[in-house]
Structure formats: structure tokens, C-alpha cells
Nanobody, 124 residues
């Protein structure tokens, strides 16, 4: 059974940092891209960042470029999201996701697996 398990969420003040982790299990992810989405209260889920599990292709949403960094340890099927300079508008549930192929198209229709999410709250 495939599982994506997020961790690292919590409460942080504006300007602070958090590091999210997503550990995947249950299959081989070497041909996959893994990434992050978020869903704020009352809003649609949106793409944040993605990375190939082999190679070095990455993709970021404009809203987080320069503040968030995605990385991975392929041997452990684990991806990370380093979030710096956090803003109150970054408050959301953050979801890990995986799709076969490129991180350049992380649309809902191509996502094979989702995690259950971890809550990030940024206070002003």
C-alpha cells in the first residue's frame, strides 16, 4: 500500500521558518516527481513546488519562489520543503503529492498519490 506521510507543520510567527518532510513508501518512486500543494481555509488547493526523484528538475509556484526550497533524498523516498520568510497568507494545510514523470505539470488529474496533510499556521 502506497503511503505519503507529511510531518513538520506547526505554528510559527511571520518571518520565521519551517521545514516540512514527506516520506513515501509502498512502491518505487525513482520515475516519479514529488511535490507539495496547499489549501488555505475557504480556498482551492494550489500547487507549491515539485521535484523529480531522479535528476534535478524542480518547479515552483510564483507565490513561493525565493522563499521556499524543495529538496529530496531519493534513497529514502523523502522530499522536504524548507519554508523561509513565512507570511500569514502561507497559513494552510500542506499536502504531499506524487505523479509519474515531470514536475513541470503538477495538475490534479496527473497526481497518483496524496498525503493526508500537515497544518502550517503563520501568526502575524
Amino acid at each position: 500500500q502506497v503511503q505519503l506521510v507529511e510531518s513538520g507543520g506547526g505554528l510559527v510567527q511571520a518571518g520565521g521558518s519551517l521545514r516540512l518532510s514527506c516520506a513515501a513508501s509502498g512502491r518505487t518512486f525513482s520515475s516519479y516527481a514529488m511535490g507539495w500543494f496547499r489549501q488555505a481555509p475557504g480556498k482551492e488547493r494550489e500547487f507549491i513546488a515539485a521535484i523529480t526523484m531522479s535528476g534535478w528538475s524542480v518547479n515552483y509556484a510564483d507565490a513561493v519562489k525565493g522563499r521556499f526550497t524543495i529538496s529530496r533524498i531519493s534513497a529514502k523516498n523523502t522530499v522536504f520543503l524548507q519554508m523561509d520568510s513565512l507570511k500569514p497568507e502561507d497559513t494552510a494545510v500542506y499536502y504531499c503529492a506524487a505523479r509519474p514523470g515531470s514536475p513541470q505539470e503538477m495538475t490534479f488529474s496527473v497526481i497518483d498519490y496524496w498525503g493526508k496533510g500537515t497544518l502550517v499556521t503563520v501568526s502575524s
